[in-house]
T-cell receptor, first 114, second 117 residues
Framework: NAGVMQNPRHLVRRRGQEARLRCSPM?????VYWYRQLPEEGLKFMVY????????ESGMPKERFSAEFPKEGPSILRIQQVVRGDSAAYFC????????????FGPGTRLTVT | AQSVTQPDIHITVSEGASLELRCNYS??????LFWYVQSPGQGLQLLLK??????LVQGIKGFEAEFKRSQSSFNLRKPSVHWSDAAEYFC???????????????FGKGTHLIIQP
């Protein structure tokens, strides 16, 4: 049973470009969470999604950031017009139906904005 | 709002010695508590969790943690550490949402564990 998959593992973007981060949850998991980890910091919750539905986006910056989890395919975290402060590790986690308190994390995408 | 404090940024332990990593939380109701471990450049691996019941929980890799409501603590322990335990350890707290899902987790800033030979 494959774990949570994220790609790319490393992403380099110039200021002003768009970044797209993908997350495929574990098989049978219907909940996806996105977190951001800045250097020397713990993870900060960004958004919680179920298929075709955003449940809680209280941790998402108000501008430039968006997330989706379509009926088919991976969840996408999209950052428009990236700035240097967006450089961080972005982790996706998924949890199973009926056990949504347990979150299993992917390896992360390390975004560097130059 | 919930919060998690890990008072020790770095801890150095000799191989074979015992370990205790501290975690204090702030939350209005009974929380769901977790410990995760992160190796350099890697994702987070769940070590153990507490939802309810027995306040001493066992996890993987020989770790255990004890929930103490009176102290709002959930300290992680291991009787004898191995060099491979060197990593970053995160305590996290979560809460159930009324819709049956789970809230996003709130993490502490982490404790960096160094193992001396």
């Amino acid at each position: 049973n494959a774990g949570v998959m994220q790609n790319p593992r490393h992403l380099v973007r110039r200021r002003g470009q768009e970044a797209r981060l993908r997350c495929s949850p574990m098989k049978g998991h219907s909940h996806v969470y996105w977190y951001r980890q800045l250097p020397e910091e713990g993870l900060k919750f960004m958004v919680y999604l179920q298929k075709e539905n955003i449940i809680d986006e209280s941790g998402m910056p108000k501008e430039r950031f968006s997330a989706e989890f379509p009926k088919e395919g991976p969840s996408i975290l999209r950052i428009q017009q990236v700035v240097r402060g967006d450089s961080a590790a972005y982790f996706c986690a998924s949890s199973p139906i009926g056990h949504s308190y347990e979150q299993y994390f992917g390896p992360g995408t390390r975004l560097t904005v130059t | 709002a919930q919060s998690v404090t890990q008072p020790d940024i770095h801890i150095t332990v000799s191989e074979g010695a015992s370990l205790e990593l501290r975690c204090n939380y702030s939350y209005g109701a009974t929380p769901y508590l977790f410990w995760y471990v992160q190796s350099p450049g890697q994702g987070l691996q769940l070590l153990l969790k507490y939802f309810s019941g027995d306040t001493l929980v066992q996890g993987i890799k020989g770790f255990e943690a004890e929930f103490k409501r009176s102290q709002s603590s959930f300290n992680l322990r291991k009787p004898s550490v191995h060099w491979s335990d060197a990593a970053e350890y995160f305590c996290a707290v979560g809460a159930a949402m009324t819709g049956g899902g789970a809230d996003g987790l709130t993490f502490g800033k982490g404790t960096h564990l160094i193992i001396q030979p």
